[in-house]
């Protein structure tokens, strides 16, 4: 069956059997990472750069002092139905890459970025998007 599909489609196949296979609630946190993902994706070209992530994180930090709080992300989080606190709290945790309580553009959105773009083009399409959110929401 593989040997007729191009090697581009036998990856899409193992990368959609695998985050089905061995992520546990994938379908449900992949129906939050396409939710999520098209809030972001502000021009709807189908790839997000990093301005337009740029742009999200003005929006999550509510009093403008550059800093995002677990409280500021989370009151985010649901005001804008991407999931519930403790999915929040633990994507916070995840994008808090230096641990110092807070995000921030540099370093903490700047890597996230990074490791979103795992093919490292400088977008990141619906697929990196989806798999890289759902192995940070478990």
Known sequence: MFQTLPSAAILLVLC?????AFLGDTIEESKWAKHV??????DG???????EVQLIYTRF????????????????WLEDDVGDTASGYRMFQNVDTDKNG?????????R??????????????????????????L
Do not use: Y
């Open 102 to 110: 807070f995000f921030s553009q540099d370093p903490d959105l700047t």
């Open 112 to 137: 996230t970025f990074h490791h979103f773009d795992t093919d490292g083009d400088g977008f990141v399409s619906t697929l990196e998007f989806v798999l890289t959110w759902t192995k940070m929401s």
């Open 37 to 42: 993902f098209h809030l972001v994706d502000t």
């Open 45 to 51: 070209n189908g790839t997000l750069t990093l301005a």
């Open 16 to 20: 959609v059997f695998r985050s089905n």
């Open 61 to 76: 930090d509510l009093n403008g002092d550059g800093q995002v709080t677990a409280g500021e992300f989370i009151k985010h």
